[in-house]
């Protein structure tokens, strides 16, 4: 199986580290693979505590210089040569990229999204969200090599009961003339602070916070909780809040441990973004808001009375551990 | 310019979904079918590129005839020509990025437009694979474009952030929200569409690359702990969250 894994400031992003431990449970005996572009001894030394064979370490470009194209030609000829029928990415920004390119060069069957892989490499059967979480669907490939990609946070990483010493072997490319996109300026919004696609925990405020100088209520439970602050498409149209903190059918798909919604009602086009969520809570002064029907703890308040006291509480509980 | 526009017939989200009888797609009984929300940044986005560089705006959707709908609204909101890749059967994504391949290939345009995703069955594969089989570089996820000669420079969203990314025509753009504000056509122009002609054409060949095993609804099996605002209950809710949920 070959996995496309991403490098992080302190070792490997979780979503990688999650691609590992989905591996592990369908690898049935053949080797676990990865493939990075530009990563330190370091950063890697995390992979074997989860169980990683083997990992290819690209140098001589950075995906930024590469372009998706390249990096689905560098991951697709390796593939090639290991004879892997198993390719796994993160449904993350840039596993949607690079995803269905590598699919297409390696005439692979693509089952992107998915929250649940059965069988065994070269039989994997896959289980995706459609109708915005509304049903499920199972796919099985009928090409030799499958792609896949799978929705963060939804397979835990763990590490294995058995950890390896990953085997790190470079492999130099060259990009010649072929660079069809070149990434120029890279920024990384709200500097410090999660995304909330990334988080494992979300904190969400809605209409119900009545104005944009309300919402530190939700950044402190946030902050006290670790989180990334989320937000309904009424408050981003108001201009309250940014579109990249938008949850929803128009905005990101989230899956964390723990979902908190504030002042927000629970329409579909919301449920849409979060409802595939571990833990789901809510906070609305209505008790009949849809929210409460998917919710798995709710309280029925004033967010202006009950957030500030759950902060406290929570900040309280955390600093105790 | 010459801009081809893919968009897709997709059940409207607050639709309630059942299983059909063959246990692997719903049942379309009940069901409003929409265009795309996404794919109207799509359209919006070419008409934009005509405006500013002249040329033709092309609508393709690959759907069954009732497709035919979504391909009047775009031409009311502006699109020149549509046409309908009749395919009741949608097999998988590389049957349709096939079909749109072909036309491609035939008519030549200079850049594609698609929506970010197709909101029914969420896989933001198209763009990429369309862009893969015809060999052009392509940029997802767009929220800024502007076209100057042959250069292409697009913003795109990325998790946690953007990039600003330059490439060629021809290539393959997929819409983001905030990329602009679609228009709404005007009553006449809607009458108009209804008698403009919709081109149709076959599916291509391609075999399907994956198969459906089953379609289930999710069992919601939320615990549905609603307490009130007492001081005890939300101490009660952090107990929960702490001891039970383990969140905490
Ligand atoms: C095509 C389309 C796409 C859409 N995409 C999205 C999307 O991606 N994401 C999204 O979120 N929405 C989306 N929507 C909009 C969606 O339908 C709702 O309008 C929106 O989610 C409502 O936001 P809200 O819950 O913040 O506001 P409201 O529906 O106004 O709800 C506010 C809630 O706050 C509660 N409240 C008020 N005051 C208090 C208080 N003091 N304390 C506690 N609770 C309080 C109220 O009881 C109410 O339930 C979309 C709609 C369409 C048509
Ligand atoms: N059947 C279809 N015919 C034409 N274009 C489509 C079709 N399905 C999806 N698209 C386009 O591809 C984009 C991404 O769809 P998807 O890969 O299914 O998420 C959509 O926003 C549309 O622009």
Request: aromatic share 4%; net charge neutral; hydrophobic share 40%.
């Amino acid at each position: 199986m070959l996995l496309y894994l991403e490098p992080s400031s302190n070792g490997l992003k979780r979503s990688s580290l999650e691609l590992i431990t989905a591996a592990r449970a369908v690898a049935g005996g053949s080797t676990i693979t990865g493939l990075v572009i530009g990563a330190t001894e370091e950063q890697l030394a995390v992979a074997g505590e989860y169980g990683l064979q083997e990992c290819i370490v690209i140098t001589g470009t950075t995906p930024q210089q590469a372009g998706n194209s390249n990096v689905a030609k560098i991951i697709a000829d390796t593939a090639t040569e290991l004879g892997t029928k198993t390719v796994l990415f993160a449904a993350n920004s840039t596993g949607k990229d690079v995803a269905p390119r590598t699919a297409v060069r390696l005439q692979a069957a693509i089952i992107p999204d998915c929250v649940e892989l059965h069988g065994t490499t070269g039989a994997i059967e896959a289980v995706r969200p459609v109708f915005a979480g509304k049903a499920f669907q199972r796919l099985s490939s009928t090409t030799p090599t499958t792609v896949f990609t799978l929705r963060p946070n939804v397979f835990t990483a763990k590490k294995s009961d058995a950890p390896v010493q990953t085997a790190v072997r470079s492999k130099t490319v060259t990009i010649g003339a072929d660079v069809r996109t070149t990434v120029v300026t890279n920024t990384t919004l709200n500097q410090g602070s999660l995304d909330v696609a990334e988080a494992d925990i979300v904190v969400s405020g809605g209409r119900g916070l009545k104005a944009p100088e309300h919402f530190n209520l939700v950044e402190d439970l946030a902050n006290a909780l670790g989180g990334a602050v989320g937000a309904s498409r009424a408050v981003v149209d108001a201009g309250w809040r940014p579109h990249r903190e938008q949850v929803g059918q128009t905005g990101k798909t989230v899956s964390p441990t723990m979902y908190v919604a504030c002042g927000i009602s629970g329409a579909v086009q919301h449920l849409a973004g979060m409802s595939s969520s571990k833990i789901i809570v809510a906070i609305n002064k209505d008790k009949d808001a849809p929210i409460f029907k998917v919710a798995d703890y709710g309280i029925v308040g004033d967010v202006f009375d009950v957030l500030p006291k759950l902060t406290a509480k929570i900040s309280a509980l955390t600093s105790h551990n | 310019m010459n801009i081809l526009v893919c968009i897709s017939l997709v059940p409207d989200t607050t639709s309630k979904i059942v299983v059909g009888a063959d246990g692997k797609t719903i049942n379309p009984q009940g069901v409003k079918f929409i265009l795309n929300p996404y794919d109207e940044f799509a359209i919006e986005e070419g008409l934009q590129l005509k405006q500013k560089h002249g040329g033709t705006v092309t609508t393709v959707t690959v759907g069954p005839p009732t497709a035919k709908e979504i391909l009047q609204r775009a031409l009311a909101m502006g699109s020149d020509n549509a046409v309908l890749v009749n395919d009741s059967n949608c097999a998988d994504s590389f049957a349709v990025a096939s079909s749109i391949a072909d036309l491609a290939k035939e008519t030549s345009p200079d850049v594609i437009i698609f929506g970010r995703q197709s909101i029914d069955y969420d896989s933001l594969v198209l763009p990429g694979m369309v862009a893969e089989i015809l060999g052009w570089p392509s940029v997802t996820m767009v929220s800024a474009l502007t076209i100057e000669g042959t250069t292409v420079t697009a913003e795109r969203d990325i998790d946690g952030g953007k990039e600003s990314v330059t490439t060629t025509l021809p290539c393959v753009i997929s819409a983001q929200k905030g990329l602009n504000e679609p228009r709404y056509p005007k009553l006449p122009d809607i009458m108009k569409a209804k008698s403009k002609p919709v081109a149709e054409r076959t599916p291509s060949a391609a075999a399907a690359r994956t198969a459906v095993v089953g379609m289930t609804l999710p069992d919601s099996k939320r615990l549905n702990k609603i307490l009130g605002d007492s001081e005890a209950d939300i101490n009660e809710l952090v107990r929960l969250l702490h001891e039970e949920a383990k969140v905490v």
